[in-house]
């Protein structure tokens, strides 16, 4: 394993971001778009191809991220952008990584660096497209797949996914008074799963957009200047699936992170950095962030409870807080 | 001519090749930059040969081991989209796995070149060729053409990329050919050389959509009312302009390497004259052929037309030709359960092809050979007879079915 001195000077190339005074003012993803306000998915994709610059290739799996983004001749996209299927995600980067390496190697065309980025939704990516991901993980590809997670299938109208969370009302998992709670599955740990599975992936990362200022765009470069396959998850407050106010959507990416609902971590060949220690970090209630969105307004104490406890099981318990769960749920046997 | 050919190297040497080695060998010899596989029998014997290729150095491209036919098929769009050139294939249920990537390559307008290995949909499992599963795409927007032979497999991939990437075309095109009959049936074939072949058929230019960071376009955005109609309406027309891309192509494939393609969307078999005129697509033309060759020795006018371009469907071509005949038979190795008057695909298509015709022929339709059941010479003879002797109304025929059932048009023939 390469030691985390040796994974940092890999990273030198990177050019990271040290002062939000040094973030380029040049936009790649501008206006033309019709997302909601307040929507974090959108500054997701902002962000992501402001860090990884203009030469950069972009296919962005069905959703909210396509329908609402790029409508026809009015386009946010000023690097070449183009739509994949919803489950296509990790194999439309394989296809573009695999074109552009071959037709440099033969010298076709020039042979430059040439970020190839995926963005997929929470189902297109978490769910249908997981298969895919793993494929391109497996790969050995300079590629980046981006989960970005607005916990459900917004754009058909915010359906239930499997990321997510426990109780959440959607029009998938109404609340009514035989069934107080429809949706009863915990998130799915996407991307520890992915992280763990992929002996190729050398950079696996979670991140939130606005908190903690740069933390995102920076995993980007990270991502892209580390070589191979990578993967970044981040979770995205959307005012219309989770039902508040759009001038909450930055307060409420923070909340996820501070009640350690959302850990926040990189994993860089192997090795787990927390980007938000929540171990070491008073941990907010977390009844704190999930009475502020409508989804969860149905909620009596225990929901709330089970919620926390299982946000303490997490991590007190885990293995690795946050990442694996083996010692939690999975244990070893005597 | 034997001597110019040898003189310009155009060949560079024989081999015994199944029709999966024919299509790799132009796979190889058209400089594909991209590959996908995933494993299915029967197509897959195509990719075990690039593969092999890779491994001794004959062949540069990346090559990418899917984890499924979706996945294979949406990297091939992806690829052909930054301007490499691409190679897939299926069959069967893969084929279908793979289906929303196919429509969207056709709907993108990008010009992968696919085999399918024609084979029975499940359920229940079946390896034998049917050729349902190419047969889903001709409404997409896809090119089809069916081969028979070896030799036909290799010419028609190189022929498949020269049609698909005319910027005046940009479909994706389908290189069907029979599971097991072709797949695993080995022939003697001329592997011309890659001089020759470069000199057909142009380096892969996607233009102004290419994805590049140097070209910064936006590739199929949300469109809704706006503009769907307009954009189906480009796919249509370059849909016809195929057509005489395709005569094009043919031509300079038969001067740059000497062959003899005289029609390029059929070949005609002792049709002159002929009062029946069988039709059938893929390995059939084998035993039709000699079914033919021995009834016109009894004196009987039979001919055959083996159709290779499925789409476009050459409509004028074959109105013509067929309606010359007083009846026409055709072989359908599929099914269209429900369809038009119960008939198979092609049956529809030709009696629509001749619903114009001055003269219109009987149309007969003879259901054959499904899920890999041989069609043979004796079959193809009772087709005929069947097709002079039967009533305009029965117009639909099981070939070679184990029970005897009639009922309605439907009349089955025993083996
Ligand atoms: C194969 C397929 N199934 C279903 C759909 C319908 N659909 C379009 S967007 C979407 C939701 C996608 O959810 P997610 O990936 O989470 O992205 P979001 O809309 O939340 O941004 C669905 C189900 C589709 N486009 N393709
Ligand atoms: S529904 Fe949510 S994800 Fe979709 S545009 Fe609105 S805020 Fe963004
Ligand atoms: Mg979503």
Request: charged fraction near 25%.
């Amino acid at each position: 394993m390469v030691s985390t001195q040796q994974a940092k000077k890999e990273f030198e190339s990177a050019k990271l971001y040290t002062s939000v005074h040094n973030i380029d003012l040049e936009e790649f993803y501008s206006s033309g778009h019709r997302t909601c306000q307040g929507c974090e998915s959108a500054l997701v994709m902002r962000d992501f191809v402001k860090a990884s610059g203009p030469r950069t290739v972009v296919t962005g799996a069905t959703g909210c991220m396509y329908v609402a983004n790029t409508s026809y001749m009015t386009t946010p996209w000023v690097v070449p952008w183009m739509h994949t299927q919803l489950g296509a995600g990790g194999a439309s980067a394989i296809g573009m990584a695999a074109g552009l390496r071959a037709l440099m190697r033969k010298g076709k065309i020039k042979d430059e660096k040439i970020n190839v980025i995926n963005f997929s939704g929470d189902l297109g990516g978490g769910d249908m497209g997981l298969g895919g991901i793993s494929g391109a993980l497996q790969t050995d590809y300079d590629l980046l797949v981006i989960i970005y997670d607005n916990e459900s299938a917004a754009n058909t109208d915010i359906q239930a996914t499997n990321l997510t969370p426990y109780g959440a009302q959607t029009t998938f998992s109404p609340t009514g008074p035989a069934r107080r709670i429809m949706h009863t599955k915990w998130k799915k740990n996407v991307a520890a799963m992915l992280a763990v599975g992929h002996p190729n992936c050398k950079y696996v990362a979670t991140a939130c957009a606005t908190w903690p200022p740069m933390d995102y765009m920076n995993k980007v470069k990270k991502a892209l200047s580390i070589g191979g396959p990578t993967l970044i998850h981040t979770l995205d407050p959307c005012p219309k699936g989770w039902d508040y106010h759009p001038r909450y959507s930055g307060e409420l990416g923070q909340l996820a992170i501070k009640s350690g609902l959302f850990p926040l971590y990189e994993i860089i060949k192997g090795e787990v950095r927390y980007t938000y220690d929540a171990r070491k970090q008073k941990r907010v209630p977390v009844r704190e962030y999930l009475e502020k969105q409508g989804r969860f307004t149905h909620f009596i104490d225990e929901d709330y409870e089970l919620f926390q406890s299982k946000v303490d099981e997490m991590w007190n318990d885990w293995e690795i807080p946050g990442v694996a769960p083996l010692r939690g749920i999975l244990k070893l046997s005597q | 001519m034997a001597a110019a050919m040898k003189q310009n190297k155009v060949y560079e040497r024989e081999e015994l090749a199944s029709g999966t080695d024919g299509v790799a060998q132009a796979v190889r010899l058209a400089d594909v930059d991209v590959f996908a596989a995933y494993p299915i029998r029967p197509y897959t014997g195509v990719m075990d040969r690039l593969a092999k290729f890779i491994a001794d150095g004959k062949f540069d491209a990346e090559y990418i081991i899917a984890d499924g036919e979706h996945s294979q098929f949406e990297i091939g769009k992806h690829a052909s989209s930054v301007g490499a050139r691409a190679f897939v294939g299926s069959s069967g249920t893969g084929w279908l796995y793979a289906m929303e990537a196919l429509a969207t390559t056709a709907t993108d307008r990008l010009p992968v070149v696919a085999l399918v290995g024609n084979r029975a949909l499940d359920d229940p499992g079946a390896f034998g060729v049917e050729h349902n599963d190419a047969m889903l795409v001709r409404d997409l927007g896809w090119l089809v053409v069916w081969v028979s032979t070896a030799q036909e497999a290799l010419d028609t991939t190189l022929i498949a990329y020269r049609v698909a990437e005319d910027p005046s075309v940009f479909m994706p095109c389908a290189v069907a050919m029979d599971g097991g009959y072709l797949t695993h049936s080995e022939h003697i074939i001329r592997v011309p050389t890659k001089e020759s072949v470069s000199k057909f058929l142009p380096r892969y230019n996607l233009g102004k959509r290419v994805m590049h960071p140097d070209n910064p376009v936006s590739i199929a955005p949300q469109i809704n009312e706006d503009w769907c109609m307009e954009i189906r309406r480009q796919n249509w027309e370059a849909a016809k302009r195929a057509k005489e891309v395709i005569r094009k192509a043919y031509k300079e494939f038969n001067s740059v390497f000497g062959s003899n393609y005289t029609n390029p969307f059929f070949d005609e078999h002792m049709t002159s004259g002929a009062e029946t005129i069988v039709i059938g697509m893929g390995t059939v033309s084998s035993a039709a052929k000699v079914a033919v060759n021995r009834l016109r020795e009894k004196g009987e006018k039979v001919g055959y037309i083996k159709l290779r371009w499925f789409r476009p469907f050459p409509t004028e071509e074959l109105r013509k030709a067929l309606s010359r005949a007083k009846r026409v038979a055709v072989i359908d190795r599929d099914f269209a359960h429900g369809g038009p008057d119960d008939g198979g695909v092609l049956y529809n298509e030709v009696r629509s092809a001749l619903f114009d015709a001055k003269n219109k022929p009987k149309v007969v339709d003879f259901i054959a050979g499904l899920g890999g059941r041989e069609i043979s010479i004796e079959d193809v003879m009772e087709v005929v007879s069947v097709t002079k002797k039967c009533k305009a109304d029965e117009r639909v025929h099981w070939v070679g079915l184990r029970e005897r059932k009639t009922g309605g048009t439907h009349v089955s023939m025993k083996r």
